[in-house]
């Protein structure tokens, strides 16, 4: 089965930025594609940013669009999410996924088209 591995995360202040990858073993990496989400404490894991099979379509959660950037290299088997000008409201655990299904991406995409998860990294900013 896909496995994936998520890194990237740390503490930092409003404004900065960090880059967070995710690593994935898996055969057909590149006929997929791929998510960001993320779940603070007390609220519903949401969606941030996604990726179609080439990387030539992109989507973004409003939150989010303008500040944070999703790309992906399928020779590396890898996603990356950049996220500049941070903010405290982006503290959360971050998780990448795996797409289910083909058809039907949006920039608020549901969780339960996404089939393989990552352990999550934690992302804190401060104000």
């Known amino acids: 089965q896909v496995q994936l591995v998520e890194s990237g995360g740390g503490l930092?202040?409003?404004?900065?930025?960090?880059?967070?990858?995710?690593?994935a073993s898996g055969r057909t990496f590149a006929n997929y594609a791929m998510g960001w989400f993320r779940q603070a404490p007390g609220k519903e894991r949401?969606?941030?940013?996604?990726?179609?099979?080439?990387?030539?379509?992109?989507?973004?959660?409003?939150?989010?669009?303008?500040?944070?950037?999703?790309?992906?290299?399928?020779?590396?088997?890898?996603?990356?999410l950049q996220m500049n000008s941070l903010k405290p409201e982006d503290t959360a655990v971050y998780y990448c996924a795996q797409r289910r299904l083909h058809?039907?991406?949006?920039?608020?995409?549901?969780?339960?088209?996404?089939?393989y998860w990552g352990q999550g990294t934690q992302v804190t900013v401060s104000s």
């Open 12 to 23: 930092v202040q409003a404004g900065d930025s960090l880059r967070l990858s995710c690593t």
């Open 46 to 80: 949401e969606f941030v940013a996604a990726i179609n099979w080439n990387g030539l379509t992109t989507y973004y959660a409003d939150s989010v669009k303008g500040r944070f950037t999703i790309s992906r290299d399928n020779v590396k088997n890898t996603v990356l």
């Open 103 to 115: 058809t039907g991406m949006s920039t608020r995409d549901s969780p339960s088209v996404y089939q």
